[in-house]
Every structure is written in structure tokens, then in C-alpha cells.
């Protein structure tokens, strides 16, 4: 993967960039979505925020081999403080972190937020808290993709804040579109869910030490949410 040839989840990521928009990619790792948004027209500026010195200097390099430095600025900061208000920011991408990661970056990060971009949001498990954020913030959900790509499955959530939502505890789980849509990647995913849950609780009625009934309960709601999913 680099600048010119994204790997099939940024490709997704990327196609929910709207057109025109001022990114903030957070976490941009080697900065390969903001710059090849830039080289093929598609959005007018990017910030690329970078927590780490080394991936931080990875796409410092890759915004200068691509001659973009007025283009795509390349900050050092934890979260959301690498963006300024005269960044006029009209899109954030966070991806492939853990989803309660993604959750704290935006809630800590609250102020910087002006409640008019589009979350772009690709995590890497931990999508219901993520989504339980969303709906006490005040973000609709307003589309949801599931892929599988070497062998893992990674869920993609555009958001924009909206005014008051409500989402059910099962449409926070699963996801309120991706529940709609039945596509077969979901369906096969929360097959292997299923099995992996089932075993789960199988291991639990064997344990020499007692496991918290809360934690039985919980996993055996979730066996019984899925069951019905696919029934």
C-alpha cells in the first residue's frame, strides 16, 4: 500500500470523503489517504495529525515526495488538538484504531469539534461504544459498510451531527443500517461471531472457578441477539 494504490479499507474510507472537503486525518500513519485524495482532486486541503515521531516524520516524507507541503499540513499532536480553527475542517477520518480509542480521541478532543463535518470513522473492533458516543452526541448515523480484508473484518461509520437520536441496544451492537442492509459480509461475520460466543459461553460451563454472572448474562444476550439476527 502507499499513496498511489490504498488498500481496499482506505479505498472505502476514502470514497466517503465528500468531494471538496478540508480533511483532518487522525492517525494518519504514513498520510497515504490526505495525499491521495489530494493528487487525484478530491478534497481542497488536509491536515495529517500524528501522535508518534516516527510515523509522524512517514508522512512528513510522503507530503514532500508528493510536493504537497501547501497543500496537506503535517502536525504533531495527540488527537483532535491537531486541529485549528483556521483549518476550516469539514471532514475527519480516524482510522483503524480500537473504537473506545476512537471514542475518547473525539470526546476529548469535544471542543475542537464545530458539529458541522462528517465523522469518517473505520475501528478496528469496540464499534458499539463508538456508536453509543455517537448517539449521546448527537450523531446520526448515516452510513455503514462492512468488509473483510486478510482475513479481518473492519466496519466503516459516517456520522454528522444531527440533533437528538435513538438508537436501540441491539442497533448499537450491530449496527442500525448494517441491520437493514443483511449484506453478506455482515451476515458472515456475525456467523463466525456466533460460533466464537457459543464456545465462549461452553468454556465458561467448564471453568473450575466460577465466572461473574454478569459477564455469563452478557454473553449469553449477545448469543440470543445474533441467533435472532440470523434466524
Known amino acids: 500500500m ?13 470514497a466517503q470523503v465528500p468531494a471538496g472537503a478540508r480533511l483532518a486525518d487522525i492517525g494518519s500513519d504514513h ?8 493528487r487525484r482532486g478530491a478534497i481542497a486541503a488536509a491536515v495529517a495529525g500524528e501522535v508518534a515521531l516516527t510515523p509522524f516524520r512517514s508522512a512528513e516524507r510522503t507530503v514532500r515526495e508528493n510536493g504537497l507541503e501547501l497543500h496537506i499540513t503535517v502536525r504533531l499532536a495527540s488527537g483532535l488538538e491537531a486541529i485549528e480553527p483556521q483549518d476550516g475542517i469539514t471532514a475527519i477520518s ?7 480509542t476512537i471514542r475518547d480521541i473525539l470526546d476529548s478532543g469535544k471542543t475542537r469539534l464545530s458539529g458541522r463535518e462528517r465523522l ?19 450523531y446520526r448515523i448515516l452510513y455503514e459498510e462492512l468488509l473483510r480484508e486478510n482475513r479481518f473484518d473492519y466496519e466503516i461509520i459516517v456520522a454528522e451531527r444531527a440533533g437528538p ?3 436501540t ?9 448494517q441491520m437493514q442492509a443483511r ?16 464456545r465462549t459461553l461452553d468454556d465458561f460451563a467448564r ?24 434466524a
Not at 441496544?169 to 443500517?177: I, M, N, R, V
Open 2 to 14: 502507499n499513496e498511489q494504490t490504498l488498500s481496499m479499507r482506505l479505498e472505502r474510507v476514502a
Open 31 to 38: 498520510g497515504y489517504l490526505p495525499v491521495a485524495l489530494m
Open 94 to 100: 480516524i482510522c483503524g484504531m480500537g473504537g473506545e
Open 120 to 138: 469518517i470513522l473505520q475501528p478496528n473492533g469496540g464499534e458499539q461504544p463508538l456508536r453509543q458516543w455517537l448517539m449521546e452526541n448527537d
Open 165 to 167: 437520536v435513538l438508537y
Open 169 to 177: 441496544a441491539e442497533a448499537l451492537y450491530f449496527g442500525p443500517l
Open 183 to 198: 449484506t453478506p459480509a455482515f451476515l458472515a461475520k456475525w456467523q463466525r461471531k456466533l460460533r466464537h460466543k457459543q
Open 207 to 230: 471453568a473450575r472457578q466460577a465466572v461473574p454472572e454478569e459477564k455469563v448474562q452478557e454473553i449469553a444476550r449477545q448469543v440470543r441477539w445474533i441467533t435472532e439476527l440470523l
